[in-house]
């Protein structure tokens, strides 16, 4: 059975404990007491901790903070509070030298009870008996120092009893990981060698049902043992740290024992309490994680990236390619994501102030306004759009990374990432605020020469006025090769396999009826419907990039009437192809799930996109009938949000009314036996042999709440997006002004969403993208969710079921 946490305070289980938390001399003057008959004199006492507090700051670091240094961030409130406890025994000793022996109490008990604050009489009355009266109650309790000592032995011993079995559980989920991990290994290895006798037999390869040639399956069942020996690892980390939790409180056991008998003069803290404590919690049996350290190392070597290797958990890992854990540097690693997380707040604060700076440039009155030209100032804004979309979009990478991080979200494992790689959010944050630095720079320095005329103008008369200058063309030419070379500039993080990964899974959305959809590629397509607006910039900064420069009059007034340079074909043939591809990829991506699955919902889905399509094929064809428009846009949005809050994120009303941890209502199976973990599964199950699992939600039932309201308004400006920007506003600022805004906003909604979609189907697997049945707990992440809020991260099985 649990215990109640330990939050800083003395547990509140006894009357006298939390007398003993509370009570302080002025209290106390005046009551009563016995000198205790063993302990050693107040002068002596006093000075032999006089002596003791001079020599200790010429001495070592104190035990107190050595355990504040040493203890794990995610596990602070579980140790033993040696601080509080040393603090008690200071009172206790107070009391005793403020009592004398020879002088009585003139007051009774009760009357001595009476005159305690009223906290205490209220914390007392906790551990009354049902059939004690309250008067019987606190007559019974007297005041002195015995009482308060046996008090703070029974808290100290329901401490170590506690912290014994934390580290029991801990043990115990540790083991149970480690069960699910050794018949998944057993079920590989089985698999690997069927799979080598069968390679032997017949080399030929397979083709799918349609004819459709398909690659070898060697690489996922690769990544498969790679996420295996990665949980093993993570295991071994645990166990690793559990010890040290152990054996932290161990010491700190020995170290306030050790003060109690210096401190009131006994010898029964090391004599008696000591060895009996360590018995009963079990914390000097380092047999226990002796054997987990030997399961760990046999589990080790069943995969075949160790084939032949006889050594620790953490070589495997390193053998593997799969890195070094941070084990025994969570302190370091929280240090650091504390000192990240300042900076980038620190970044992009001065990046806001920064924008606004760009904003007062902009309102401030130009020089020469009679040459000035607001529509040849804006005709190189779609160059820096797409460069915005670009930086915009690998900060909400960052952030969607950093979000799953820390609310415990395997993103790595549900999109099928190769384990190896070590992109973190760190990377994408340092490659968005890299390109934004450049783009605040080099945007701001356009506007202010422009509208100051800085730089002298160049082939003036070859252009629209004779402030027209073909040398304004090299701050969006400048801005976007740097861009370009960001992003194919060798890095030794993110590799150029990673990289090829990305392309290969857009080529695969691309081509969505020709192979089988995952998760992964499930993501892209939604990725790419967000991105149809930005990818619709593209064509205009091609066109202004390949235009005549200075720019002519005849561009300059196409720009304030179309809102780019490009011609009448583009307009009426490319954008909208460009704006309605993406919904036919994810179209097309639901045919072929309702192909493989047979599950109705795929053609519900399927139903959505046509949806949308149909914005875009309305808008462009009939761009002069409103009403229509506004019909279509409506029922295309209405559909997408209910379907994103409802089946994207799992959302019904009863999740959104139920606390954290509390939302999901599909059925725990009875036993773990019944989840089917063989990776031979195909996955291609129907929905109703498909086991649902009940998992806990990641995030509180008000965040949930938050998110669909905003999707829905985002929705509601996603809909212009897909529609000739002419339609909405005639203004041309107004235009550009809500071109950017509208694609940002449904750049920071997909991440949003993203991230809830990520987390659901990782709880639940509601689409059935994997054929496996569980997630690697990301036990290394620092800064996870406190566990005095829930359960220790060790009592979940790593192979959720």
Request: proline share 4%; with cysteine; charged share 15%.
């Given at each position: 059975s649990s215990r109640p946490r330990f939050s800083g305070k003395l547990p509140q289980h006894s009357a006298v404990a939390t007398t003993a938390v509370v009570v302080s001399r002025r209290h106390v003057g005046g009551v009563g007491g016995a000198d205790l008959s063993s302990g050693i004199s107040c002068r002596q006492a006093r000075t032999t901790d006089g002596w003791r507090a001079r020599a200790g700051k010429r001495g070592a670091m104190k035990f107190g903070k050595q355990l504040e240094e040493y203890e794990q961030p995610e596990w602070r409130g579980h140790y033993i509070n040696y601080k509080h406890f040393k603090q008690r025994l200071q009172e206790i000793k107070a009391l005793t030298c403020s009592t004398p022996p020879s002088t009585p109490s003139l007051r009774t008990p009760l009357q001595q009870n009476r005159s305690r604050p009223a906290a205490i009489l209220d914390a007392m009355r906790l551990s009354r008996s049902p059939g004690q009266s309250r008067a019987d109650f606190e007559e019974g309790i007297p005041l002195t120092a015995e009482s308060l000592t046996l008090e703070w032995r029974q808290c100290l011993e329901a401490e170590a009893i506690r912290v014994g079995d934390f580290v029991q559980r801990g043990l115990e989920g540790l083991e149970a990981q480690l069960r699910d991990l050794d018949k998944m290994s057993q079920k590989l290895y089985r698999k690997r060698n069927k799979t080598a006798c069968l390679a032997r037999a017949n080399s030929s390869c397979s083709e799918d049902e349609s004819g459709v040639r398909v690659a070898d399956d060697g690489e996922a069942e690769e990544f498969l043992e790679l996420r295996v020996l990665e949980a093993v690892g993570l295991v071994a980390e645990g166990g690793r740290r559990l010890r040290s939790f152990a054996e932290l409180n161990h010491a700190a056991l020995y170290k306030i024992l050790k003060k109690h008998d210096k401190v009131l003069g006994y010898k029964l803290g090391l004599g008696e309490l000591f060895p009996r404590l360590v018995g009963e919690t079990q914390l000097s049996d380092t047999a226990r994680f002796d054997a987990l350290d030997t399961e760990l190392r046999r589990l080790s070597l069943l995969s075949s990236q160790t084939e032949g290797l006889d050594a620790s958990a953490e070589v495997a890992r390193l053998a593997a390619g799969l890195g070094m854990s941070k084990a025994g540097t969570v302190g370091a690693s929280a240090v650091g994501a504390r000192h990240t997380e300042l900076v980038l707040s620190?970044?992009?604060?001065?990046?806001?102030?920064?924008?606004?700076?760009?904003?007062v440039l902009l309102a401030l009155p130009e020089a020469s306004p009679k040459s000035f030209s607001t529509a040849y100032f804006l005709t190189p804004m779609p160059v820096f759009r797409v460069v915005f979309s670009v930086l915009l979009t690998l900060w909400c990478m960052g952030a969607v990374a950093r979000t799953c991080d820390k609310a415990d979200i395997n993103h790595m494992f549900?999109?099928?990432?190769?384990?190896?790689?070590?992109?973190?959010?760190?990377?994408?944050?340092?490659?968005?605020?890299?390109?934004?630095?450049?783009?605040?720079?080099?945007?701001?320095?356009?506007?202010?020469?422009?509208?100051?005329?800085?730089?002298?103008?160049?082939w003036a008369e070859r252009g629209y006025n004779k402030r027209s200058s073909v040398h304004f063309l090299l701050y969006p030419v400048i801005l976007l090769t740097l861009t370009l070379v960001g992003m194919i500039w060798p890095s030794r993080i993110c590799r150029s396999r990673y990289k090829g990964s990305v392309l290969r899974a857009v080529a695969r959305t691309a081509a969505a009826p020709m192979y089988v959809v995952d998760f992964a590629d499930n993501i892209v397509g939604d990725i790419l419907t967000s991105l149809a607006k930005p990818l619709q910039d593209v064509p205009a900064a091609i066109c202004y990039l390949a235009s005549s420069h200075p720019q002519p009059e005849e561009l300059v007034e196409r720009f304030a009437m179309k809102g780019d340079t490009c011609g009448t074909n583009t307009h009426h043939v490319l954008l909208p192809i460009i704006g309605g591809l993406p919904y036919v990829f994810r179209a097309m991506q639901c045919l072929r799930r309702f192909r493989d699955t047979r599950e109705t919902r795929n053609l519900w889905n399927f139903g959505k996109y046509i949806a949308s399509l149909s914005v875009v094929i309305v808008s462009s064809v009939w761009y002069d009938n409103m009403p229509v428009i506004a019909v279509v846009s409506a029922i295309a949005t209405v559909y997408a949000g209910i379907w994103d809050v409802c089946l994207d994120w799992g959302l019904g009303w009863h999740e959104l009314k139920m606390c954290r941890h509390k939302c999901d209502k599909t059925r725990r199976p009875s036993s773990r036996s019944e989840v089917d973990i063989t990776p031979e599964s195909n996955g291609k199950g129907d929905r109703k042999n498909r086991v649902q699992v009940n998992h806990e939600r990641h995030f509180p039932a008000r965040l949930y709440w938050l998110c669909s309201v905003l999707d829905l308004m985002a929705r509601s400006t996603w809909v212009l997006t897909l529609m000739p920007i002419t339609i909405v506003s005639r203004n041309i600022v107004g235009r550009v002004?809500?071109?950017?805004?509208?694609?940002?906003?449904?750049?920071?909604?997909?991440?949003?969403?993203?991230?809830?979609?990520?987390?659901?189907?990782?709880?639940?697997?509601?689409?059935?993208?994997?054929?496996?049945?569980?997630?690697?707990?990301k036990l290394h992440v620092v800064g996870r969710r406190s566990t005095t809020q829930r359960t220790s991260s060790l009592r979940e099985p790593l192979l959720d079921s």
């Open positions: 620190f970044f992009l604060g001065c990046s806001t102030a920064l924008f606004l700076c760009i904003g549900i999109l099928n990432i190769d384990p190896r790689c070590r992109v973190s959010p760190d990377f994408f944050f340092s490659r968005a605020a890299t390109l934004t630095t450049l783009w605040i720079l080099i945007f701001g320095m356009y506007v202010v020469d422009y509208k100051w005329r800085v730089v002298p103008a160049i002004i809500l071109v950017s805004v509208i694609s940002s906003v449904e750049i920071l909604r997909r991440s949003m969403w993203a991230v809830l979609r990520i987390e659901h189907e990782q709880v639940a697997n509601a689409s059935g993208f994997r054929a496996l049945l569980w997630v690697p707990s």
